[in-house]
């Protein structure tokens, strides 16, 4: 599918940008142009690779005459572009406003007006029944590329949803190590909260079988385990800590969830098994398009529980050190 393509990826820099730039690589990316405004990240990422495939491109998701000039002859857009650290994000909330809709808003536009092929954007277990900004933000920003299949019939847009993924820039589980290492005392938030968490890899599957399977207006859910962050740091401070390590319980910071949901209970009406491991998300505004495309959704079958929440099916402690263990991180 990528192969001799001309491939844009918007914060390009970030883990998953070099996570998924690695894949392209390997399967044939004639050209991969890394878009993103933090020079330093780009020089590193460029020593890094080595890679004459590669182009860095300067700039802002929220400057669409950049965005605009540099899609030109893309292919595929991937866009990873976000302001996502969740208290930052209620401090400043026009900044993420600017950043995660106005960004995406650009672009759609850019990539209409180049005639790229296909879209796939990162949203966030966040953006379900969203708390906080920043999931709200998700939530309007798949609203967009959803409603974007509209506009184009040339352009075609589709969404992901993740939940935490593991090692990447802001990730509890690096956090957690270097406090276990220096102060052998971890802070936690609330001993009832639970996540989903995935691996890099895994995350950047989830990305390629959109793009691959996608016809324009879904959103793809992986199948994704969760657990108690309390049996996480468990799990770490058997390799990280000390025997006698402490858990400082510092409350919920402001818009933080207990529990996090991949599918709501509305969702779940139009939501289908693609297989064992990905969930289809039909939106109410594309039923009807996906419906054709999909020939009546045959060869799948709706989902049979009312909602995806992070609460249940939990990992045991045994299997949350095999998940770090393919991730690297025991």
Known sequence: MFKNKKILITGGTGSWGKCLTKYLLKNGAKEILIFSRNEYLQVLMQREFNDKRLKFILGDVRDYKRL??????????????????????????????????IGTENVVNAAINNGVKKVVGVSSDKAVSPYNIYGMTKAIEEKILIAANKKSSKTKFVCIRA???????????????????????????????????????????????????????????????????????????????????????????????????????????????????????????????????????????????????SSSDLLDEKQIEERLKKGGFT
Not at 88 to 100: L, M
Not at 198 to 223: N, P, W, Y
């Open 163 to 309: 939940g935490n993924v593991m090692g990447t820039n802001g990730s509890v589980i690096p956090l957690f190590i270097n406090q276990l290492k220096n102060n052998n005392e971890v802070t936690l938030t609330d001993e009832k909260m639970t996540r989903f968490f995935i691996t890099l890899d895994e995350a950047i599957e989830l990305l390629i079988k959109a793009a691959t399977i996608s016809h324009g207006g879904e959103i793809l859910v992986m199948r994704m385990p969760s657990l108690y962050i309390k049996d996480l740091i468990k799990v770490l401070a058997k390799h990280h800590g000390k025997e006698n390590y402490k858990i400082k319980e510092i409350g919920i910071r402001p818009g933080e969830k207990i529990h996090e949901e991949l599918i709501s209970p509305m969702e779940s009406y139009n939501t289908y098994r693609v297989d064992d491991n990905y969930y289809l998300i039909v939106p109410e505004t594309m039923k009807e398009e996906l419906f054709k495309k999909y020939d009546g959704f045959k060869k799948y079958k709706k989902i049979d529980f009312v909602s995806y929440n």
């Open 68 to 101: 605009n000039e540099s899609m030109k002859d893309v292919d595929y857009v991937f866009h990873l572009s976000a302001l996502k650290h969740v208290p930052i994000c209620e401090e400043q909330p026009y900044e993420t406003v600017k950043t995660n809709v």
